[in-house]
């Protein structure tokens, strides 16, 4: 199956820090998902981003299929930022195939 | 629009028990599914549903069983409980539509603990 693979797996942000967060894949995919799992275990749904580039706030994405990368940029971070960010991918069968995550923390 | 609702949310089994994950969505989604997150990893599909009466393993199917008999609702079985089966359990929904942003939709989860 496919390989998602995140880095780094934990970084730590003074708050109104910027960071980016990387996820590779090892196929062509037709789906590409970025979630957040908040600290009380809750998974929300950031972007739908299979290419191209979307901002959200203070989060922005990009995604560059031919070269099988996505980054999750995050400008200016709040404590509320902190959690788990899952890169996630699919091929074509509806199923996601999930990233271990990379966990951040950013202190006040 | 509760979204995707899971209950229990804690629950202990011993070895050897069975118990029925619950999960149910209101938003007329065709796809659902069950996962699980251990320790510091991500998400692993253990079974997945493209409409009612169709399910399909997924990639960690062994000790459990699915069913859909309507739309909203995707039971995750669990028989003969084993430590292995120490977990949170994470049920999703999305909406047909290949090729698009399918909506995908988590429930709080289930964390269980077996002993």
């Known amino acids: 199956g496919i390989q998602v693979e995140q880095s780094p797996p934990d970084l730590i942000l003074q708050e109104g820090a910027n960071s980016t967060l990387r996820c590779n894949f090892s196929d062509s995919v037709n789906n590409l998902q970025w979630f957040h799992q908040n600290p009380w275990g809750q998974l929300i749904n950031l972007f739908y981003?299979?290419?191209g580039t979307k901002q959200n706030g203070r989060l922005s994405a990009t995604t560059v299929a031919t070269e099988r990368y996505s980054l999750l940029y995050i400008s200016s971070s709040q404590t509320t930022d902190s959690g788990v960010y899952f890169c996630?991918?699919?091929?074509?069968?509806?199923?996601?195939?999930f990233g271990a995550g990379t966990t951040v923390t950013v202190r006040a | 629009n509760a979204g995707v609702t899971q209950t229990p949310k804690f629950r202990i089994l011993k070895i050897g028990q069975s118990m029925t994950l619950q999960c149910a969505q209101d938003m007329n989604h065709n796809y659902m599914y069950w996962y699980r997150q251990d320790p510091g990893m991500g998400l692993k599909l253990i079974y997945y549903s493209v409409g009612a009466g169709i399910t399909d393993k997924g990639e960690v199917p062994n000790g459990y069983n699915v069913s859909r008999s309507t739309t909203e609702d995707f039971p995750l079985r669990l028989e003969l409980a084993a430590p292995s089966q120490t977990s949170v359990y994470f049920c999703?929904?999305?909406?047909?539509?290949?090729?698009?942003?399918?909506?995908?939709?988590f429930g709080s989860g289930t964390r269980l603990t077996v002993v």
């Open positions: 996630a991918v699919e091929t074509g069968d509806y199923k996601l195939s």
């Open positions: 981003i299979p290419s």
């Open positions: 999703a929904s999305s909406y047909s539509g290949q090729g698009g942003d399918y909506g995908y939709t």
